[in-house]
């Protein structure tokens, strides 16, 4: 698959799931005790969590094509 095609999806894909994710951490967040020390610190974790599926999606989408072995190899 071409670089640009997994962009195109990649960035696709990678938008509605972010909204989701944010509207699903922010539902969420309601059911942290009312402790401001506790909100602060869930927030800060949900804040930053999406990163790190975010860091896969990107490296995927940066990812050369692999080289098919062929005849001409």
Known sequence: ???RIKKLIGFLA???ALMLYFFAAAAL???VPNNQLLKAL???V???AWAFPARYAM???EAEPR???GLDS
């Open 14 to 16: 990678f938008l509605p």
């Open 29 to 31: 967040g309601e059911y």
């Open 67 to 69: 080289k098919k072995k």
């Open 42 to 44: 869930y927030f800060l």
């Open 59 to 61: 490296q995927w989408m």
């Open 1 to 3: 698959m071409s670089p």
């Open 46 to 48: 949900a804040g930053v």
